[in-house]
């Protein structure tokens, strides 16, 4: 009897790492996502060259994060987050086409959701 709390504590770390590493794994869904709608929808924007450049140089740090992850590096959250505002910047100076823009905002709000 006296190991039933002891049992439900642990329970409650297993399941809550669980909910963790999915809400992880969504998250990381959802920016793989975020940067493949991103790439299809430049074509179709009216982009700078420099906008070009910092659109290119952030997804491919959000690339190289996932692979460093991928071989079991540690990734700097905020770094990530960073080049994701950078690019919610770049889609929200109304280069994009308005179809374009409505997507890419919502998945921005899925990402800052999770």
């Not at 504590?9 to 999915?22: D, H, K, M, Y």
């Not at 060259?49 to 991928?70: E, T, W, Y």
């Not at 823009?101 to 800052?112: C, N, Y």
Request: proline share 2%.
């Amino acid at each position: 009897m006296k190991n039933h709390p002891m049992r439900f504590a642990l329970l409650l770390c297993v399941v809550g790492a669980s909910f963790s590493v999915q809400a992880q794994r969504q998250r990381g869904q959802s920016i793989r996502q975020l940067v493949q709608d991103v790439q299809s929808a430049m074509p179709r924007a009216k982009l700078s060259d420099n906008q070009k450049s910092k659109l290119q140089s952030d997804i491919d740090g959000i690339n190289a994060a996932f692979q460093a992850r991928q071989q079991g590096q540690s990734v700097d959250r905020d770094k990530l987050m960073a080049m994701i505002d950078d690019i919610h910047q770049v889609v929200d100076s109304g280069a994009f086409t308005e179809d374009d823009q409505k997507k890419l905002d919502t998945e921005f709000s899925s990402i800052s959701s999770h």
